[in-house]
């Protein structure tokens, strides 16, 4: 196939488990190198699951303590030219960057679930009222359960703390709290090991990118990812090795590509950000007091395919 642009166009990029999933079988299906373009996979802070400083029980219960860049400095450091995450946090730190702005949707459709553990008496969204539940501040998990309590619980009922999703995990198995929210392939695990699901919910997410990156490489990318947006939707059992070995090894060996629901599995081809889409998420959070209120979808958003269209 014909390359569309010279091929020294090339781009860096984090790998963050399920949300980078088409782009990994873009490399390793040639569609990349059929666009002319070069993406280069780093490991950052974004990329691997750690344990975070407080595993004493020392809970940080206000995410104001938590920077909405934590995890996502390497943009910032100049290390990556872009990397994707959650649509609500994505927003926020478009807000904060010295470096970056969101640039288009994802394709991942990514779902977030709520765990009680196995027995709990914690069983549905009503059981969790004034109980703690681990999340990532200013990542999906934090926004999808706050979207997926509010609907059941008074704000001031709901109580989320800080936690990586291993230390969420075994505090839960522990019962040192009440409940944890998860994402792929860790809701795998925790059905797996018969932890309860309380609430699940999908969620859309974007792209934030620095100037470098130009808007006829960005198309390319796009190209590619749809491509390999259809090999994922149809044959999504083939992929999932590469959501298992995002998996700290101690439970790599726990699930296997058998066990996904792939249903729950959600691939769209990339697109611009809507305005109306970005609007309705910034009042959200402005009304959680997750965001400062003064700014605009002009100055977060810069929908680079459809510069180049």
Same mark, same amino acid.
């Given at each position: 196939?014909?390359?569309?642009?010279?091929?020294?166009?090339?781009?860096?990029?984090?790998?963050?488990?399920?949300?980078?999933?088409?782009?990994?079988?873009?490399?390793?299906?040639?569609?990349?190198?059929?666009?002319?373009?070069?993406?280069?996979?780093?490991?950052?802070?974004?990329?691997?699951?750690?344990?975070?400083?407080?595993?004493?029980?020392?809970?940080?219960?206000?995410?104001?303590?938590?920077?909405?860049?934590?995890?996502?400095?390497?943009?910032?450091?100049?290390?990556?030219?872009?990397?994707?995450?959650?649509?609500?946090?994505?927003?926020?730190?478009?807000?904060?960057?010295?470096?970056?702005?969101?640039?288009?949707?994802?394709?991942?459709?990514?779902?977030?679930?709520?765990?009680?553990?196995?027995?709990?008496?914690?069983?549905?969204?009503? &059981?969790? @009222?004034? *109980?703690?539940?681990?999340?990532?501040?200013?990542?999906?998990? +934090? %926004?999808?359960?706050?979207?997926?309590? =509010?609907?059941?619980?008074?704000?001031?009922?709901?109580?989320?703390?800080?936690?990586?999703?291993?230390?969420?995990?075994?505090?839960?198995?522990?019962?040192?709290?009440?409940?944890?929210?998860?994402?792929?392939?860790?809701?795998?695990?925790?059905?797996?090991?018969?932890?309860?699901?309380?609430?699940?919910?999908?969620?859309?997410?974007?792209?934030?990118?620095?100037?470098?990156?130009?808007?006829?490489?960005?198309?390319?990318?796009?190209?590619?990812? &749809?491509? @390999?947006? *259809?090999?994922?939707?149809?044959?999504?059992?083939?992929?999932? +090795? %590469?959501?298992?070995?995002?998996?700290? =090894?101690?439970?790599?060996?726990?699930?296997?590509?058998?066990?996904?629901?792939?249903?729950?599995?959600?691939?769209?081809?990339?697109?611009?950000?809507?305005?109306?889409?970005?609007?309705?998420?910034?009042?959200?959070?402005?009304?959680?007091?997750?965001?400062?209120?003064?700014?605009?979808?002009?100055?977060?958003?810069?929908?680079?395919?459809?510069?180049?269209?």
């Amino acid at each position: 196939m014909t390359s569309h642009i010279p091929t020294n166009r090339r781009v860096v990029t984090e790998v963050t488990g399920v949300f980078s999933l088409p782009w990994q079988i873009a490399r390793d299906e040639g569609l990349f190198a059929e666009e002319g373009v070069e993406v280069e996979f780093r490991q950052t802070p974004a990329s691997v699951e750690t344990r975070y400083p407080a595993t004493d029980l020392d809970y940080v219960e206000d995410h104001t303590l938590v920077p909405a860049l934590a995890g996502h400095t390497a943009l910032e450091e100049k290390q990556v030219d872009v990397y994707r995450a959650c649509e609500w946090g994505q927003v926020r730190r478009s807000q904060d960057s010295n470096n970056g702005r969101i640039i288009s949707k994802r394709s991942a459709v990514v779902s977030q679930a709520i765990f009680s553990a196995p027995g709990s008496r914690f069983t549905h969204p009503q &059981t969790l @009222a004034n *109980e703690r539940v681990a999340v990532r501040f200013h990542h999906g998990s +934090h %926004y999808a359960a706050l979207q997926s309590l =509010e609907g059941f619980l008074k704000p001031e009922e709901i109580r989320l703390v800080h936690l990586s999703h291993i230390d969420g995990l075994e505090a839960v198995r522990r019962g040192d709290i009440a409940a944890v929210t998860l994402m792929e392939p860790w809701i795998t695990l925790a059905e797996k090991q018969g932890f309860q699901r309380i609430v699940e919910t999908h969620y859309q997410g974007s792209e934030i990118a620095s100037p470098d990156v130009d808007p006829e490489t960005w198309k390319a990318v796009h190209r590619a990812v &749809t491509k @390999a947006t *259809e090999l994922l939707n149809a044959d999504k059992r083939k992929y999932v +090795h %590469y959501l298992i070995e995002t998996l700290p =090894e101690i439970y790599r060996d726990q699930i296997t590509a058998e066990d996904f629901h792939l249903p729950r599995l959600r691939f769209v081809p990339p697109a611009p950000y809507d305005e109306k889409e970005f609007q309705q998420t910034y009042d959200w959070l402005v009304g959680w007091k997750l965001i400062a209120p003064e700014s605009n979808f002009t100055d977060l958003v810069d929908n680079r395919v459809a510069a180049a269209a």
